[in-house]
Structures are given as C-alpha cells and as structure tokens.
C-alpha cells in the first residue's frame, strides 16, 4: 500500500489548508487511516483518525472542533480539512493506514512521506 499525502502549504494563522491522502490500493475502503503530525524538535502525535467505512472519527484534543477527518473510498482519498489554524500547528503531517485497528492506537501499517504545512502568525 503506498500512501501520497499532499496540500500543505504556507497559511496565515486563522486560515484552512485541506490535506489529501490517496492510496495506491484498490481494497483501501478496508483501511481505517490516522493522520499524524510532527513538529520540529518534537515527537510525533496523534491527529485524527477515520474508520474504514468513515462513519466513526476520532480527534486530539488540540484539534477537535477545528479539524474534520473525510474519506471518498470511490476516489481512494481521504482528507483532512483544517480550519482556524494556528501557528501551533505547523508540521509535517503524515497519513498512515490499518487494515486491523483504527484510532490513535493502531499500528498503522503504511505510512505516506508526509506533507508540510506552517501557519505564521
């Protein structure tokens, strides 16, 4: 399973970015899939999380009300739209998938390169 995220970019805090993620595989529809970021000098953290058949989301904290977590299983993608963002949330965001798991917890098998996204103040 290969992974390609995209749609970072430079934003000013209070602005939107919408991050993809689309799958190579055709069976992605049986994949929950978790973004994840990590910020310079930091460990990586949990962000969001989508089950397979995008009706259960799961959020961190620092997002939740800010961040929704999407899938178009027809297209292979699943999104992440970000708003209200704030300079805080500059990284590199990932997107892995699960065959098995789902949530903050799983052992997210496939791993995308990641897609930077700095929000200046």
């Known amino acids: 399973v290969q992974l390609q995220a995209s749609g970072g970019g430079l934003v000013q805090a209070g602005g939107s970015l919408r991050l993809s993620c689309a799958a190579s595989v055709r069976t992605f529809s049986s994949y929950a899939v978790g973004w994840f970021r990590q910020a310079p000098g930091k460990e990586r953290e949990f962000v969001a999380a989508?089950?397979?058949?995008?009706?259960?989301?799961m959020y961190a904290d620092s997002v939740k009300g800010r961040f929704t977590v999407s899938r178009d299983n027809a297209k292979n993608t699943v999104y992440l739209q970000m708003n209200s963002l704030k300079p805080e949330d500059t990284a590199v965001y990932y997107c892995?998938?699960?065959?098995?798991?789902?949530?903050?917890?799983?052992?997210?098998?496939?791993w995308g390169q990641g897609t930077l996204v700095t929000v200046s103040s």
């Open positions: 892995a998938a699960d065959p098995l798991g789902y949530g903050s917890g799983a052992s997210y098998n496939y």
């Open positions: 989508i089950s397979w058949s995008g009706s259960t989301n």
